[in-house]
């Protein structure tokens, strides 16, 4: 489906207006998430999951380090799941699989439940 959009200098374009998600190997990508900006999701044993909260924890249990996350990683990741108008039920079941399965230092899983606690 096309929609024509009459641009400012006055020439009339078309665009793609998706209406559905589209699905990809365990992810699904709706184009919009009704506020303008791309939303992109990842299924894990049939549960859909913010793919950019999990990249983000996954990033930070990669590479240099040992491997968990820290207690600034941490805030990065309510950070993340804070950035709309408020912390969705993707993103809550999203940091609660972070928290099941990925390794914290001490510090960091204390700061973790008590973030999560306050959602």
């Known amino acids: 489906m096309y929609k024509d959009i009459r641009l400012a200098v006055g020439r009339s ?8 998600s589209q699905r990809a190997s365990g992810i699904t990508l709706p184009m919009f998430n009704g506020v303008g900006s791309a939303m992109a ?18 990033k930070h249990t990669t590479g240099k380090g ?8 941490v805030a990065d990741l309510f950070k993340s799941a804070q950035d709309g108008q408020g912390v969705t039920d993707t993103e809550k079941a999203t940091l ?8 914290f230092t001490d510090a960091a899983a204390k700061d973790f439940d008590a973030a999560f606690g306050q959602l």
């Open 13 to 20: 374009r078309s665009f793609a207006c998706p209406q559905r």
């Open 66 to 73: 040992e491997g968990k996350l820290s207690k600034d990683e």
């Open 41 to 58: 999701y990842e299924t894990i044993d049939g549960q859909k999951y913010e793919k950019e909260l999990l990249e983000l924890a996954r």
């Open 96 to 103: 609660g699989y972070i928290r099941n399965n990925f390794e």
